[in-house]
């Protein structure tokens, strides 16, 4: 039986050949005679688990060494608050708000620090994003914070910023939760990225931060010590009881993404599977992307049906499809295509066949 393709925008689909490991180890994990759940995370096993997770990450994304990379809880809403925490120094930040993500982030940082906002798409409805030379940087903040793809607006940052050509000094934070390793990273530019695992690689449950070591041992003293990005690093992610399961899934993920030929080889993907669903949306006669072309998003593909009264229809046809979860986020409406890693071409080629059927239909 083959399963439905699934285009939710986190949780979202995992690979079926992850899961199906999975099922296959839950109730004896190599021999030890133990689920992972149940095992010691400071156990010899999961500890071999934790390592192979951690080493295949910083290889398939070339992590640096001078990067330490967290396994955390809390998701990219608690990020907004610890990042804060751990690199104001009560001082200023800058915020360049390109859709609700960001948004948030800014909202939340204003609690611990002074927040400048240094641009803002909201005018242009986030539809793109606002050139890098535009921005209006202090030379006085302690970071930059950008949300690298906008999963609710559908805008992605197909270049990072270099600060230092805008003359800023201050680290880049990105929040890259939904595109987190669908492209290689260029950590010349970043001082710290962090998101949340159910997008693109696990389960909820688990948060990934990688953070310039450099920028450790900053955080104010009312910062809860779980979250203290210094504890975390100096404790391999286990001053508290890290999320054992999630790290296990997010590491045969990991796995799965190395067997399919590593990052450029799943970003060659990731662009065929965006390029398919544009153009057909770019072709219709009824249906619409109101991102700007430069920043469209490979992973989140935001449209809209020209006949709004269509929309129940559309999903209800869509179901009967095995093409699920295509609902638009709450506050924005239509529908939303997430096209992850684990989403493969011929799940794109589905829903396209099946817009086109729809469209015939109903034109
Ligand atoms: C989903 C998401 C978040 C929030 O993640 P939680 O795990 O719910 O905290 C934050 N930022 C971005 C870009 C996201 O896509």
């Known amino acids: 039986m083959s399963r439905p393709f699934n285009f939710s925008a986190g949780p979202a689909t995992l690979p079926e050949e992850v899961l199906q490991q999975a099922a296959a180890e839950m109730l004896d994990w190599h021999g030890s005679g133990m689920s992972v759940m149940e095992m010691s995370h400071r156990g010899k096993e999961f500890m071999s688990i934790y390592e192979d997770a951690e080493s295949n990450i910083r290889e398939l994304l070339e992590v640096p060494q001078e990067f330490s990379i967290l396994f955390m809880q809390g998701g990219g809403i608690a990020e907004n608050a610890i990042v804060p925490l751990n690199l104001s120094g009560g001082q200023k930040a800058d915020y360049v708000v390109t859709g609700n993500w960001s948004n948030r982030s800014q ?6 620090c002074s927040v400048n906002l240094a641009a803002s798409n909201e005018a242009n ?17 302690r970071y930059v914070h950008v949300c690298s ?13 270099d600060l230092n050509a805008l003359g800023s000094a201050a680290p880049l934070v990105i929040d890259f939760s939904s595109h987190m390793a669908s492209r290689p990273v260029d950590w010349s530019r970043v001082g710290l990225a962090y998101g949340g695992a159910q997008k693109n690689v696990g389960p909820a449950g688990l948060t990934l931060v990688f953070v310039r070591k450099n920028l450790l041992g900053n955080a104010l003293p009312h910062c809860p010590t779980a979250f203290d990005y210094q504890v975390v690093s100096s404790n391999q992610s286990m001053y508290n009881t890290p999320p054992t399961y999630a790290i296990y899934i997010a590491g045969l993920t990991f796995k799965w993404m190395k067997e399919q030929g590593g990052i450029s080889v799943i970003e060659q993907r990731n662009i065929a599977k965006a390029q398919l669903l544009y153009n057909y949306i770019d072709g219709s006669d009824l249906y619409i992307s109101r991102v700007t072309q430069d920043c469209r998003s490979r992973m989140n593909v935001p449209f809209f049906l020209r006949e709004e009264k269509l929309n129940d229809l559309f999903l209800a046809g869509a179901k009967e499809h095995q093409l699920l979860q295509l609902k638009g986020y709450k506050t924005l409406g239509g529908m939303r295509a997430s096209l992850y890693n684990a989403m493969p071409l011929e799940g794109v080629q589905a829903l396209v066949n099946y817009m086109r059927a729809f469209e015939l239909k109903h034109a």
């Open 125 to 141: 409805g986030h539809t793109h994003m606002p050139a890098p030379a535009s921005w209006q940087l202090s030379l006085d903040a």
């Open 149 to 161: 793809n906008e999963t609710v607006h559908g805008v992605e940052m197909h270049e990072l910023p």
């Open 107 to 112: 909202k939340e940082a204003r609690k611990y």
